[in-house]
């Protein structure tokens, strides 16, 4: 069965760094874009970065371009989320997922399985 699992998560200080990883299993599709999203209490989900399954293409939201790095393993089936200059603000569980349409966007509803997530925190 189809599963994305995150890892990578943690307590940072600001102006740190965390790799997020995302190991994806259980399907063979031709092509996908595997997305992070993010999370804080009480606040709607918003969409971080997506990348297509070949790693030819990339996506990035506003607050973090410049800071953070989508990528693909060579095997394809990891994606990494390499998060720099960390802020307070970034402060979520962070969610891969994946989109079969692949349309490379950022909203939550192109995207049809998700992992579990994972927990960053980034001190004040």
């Known amino acids: 069965q189809l599963q994305l699992v995150e890892s990578g998560g943690g307590l940072v200080q600001p102006g740190g760094s965390l790799r997020l990883s995302c190991a994806a299993s259980g399907f063979t599709l031709d092509y996908y874009a595997i997305g992070w999203f993010r999370q804080a209490p009480g606040k709607e989900r918003e969409g971080v970065s997506c990348?297509?399954?070949?790693?030819?293409?990339?996506n990035y939201a506003d607050s973090v371009k410049g800071r953070f790095t989508i990528s693909r393993a060579n095997a394809k089936s990891t994606t990494y989320l390499q998060m720099n200059g960390l802020k307070p603000e970034d402060t979520g569980v962070y969610y891969c997922?994946?989109?079969?349409?692949?349309?490379?966007?950022?909203?939550?509803?192109?995207?049809?399985?998700w992992g579990q997530g994972t927990q960053v925190t980034v001190s004040s």
């Open positions: 997922a994946l989109s079969i349409v692949a349309g490379m966007g950022l909203s939550l509803y192109e995207y049809d399985y």
């Open positions: 990348i297509s399954s070949s790693g030819g293409r990339t």
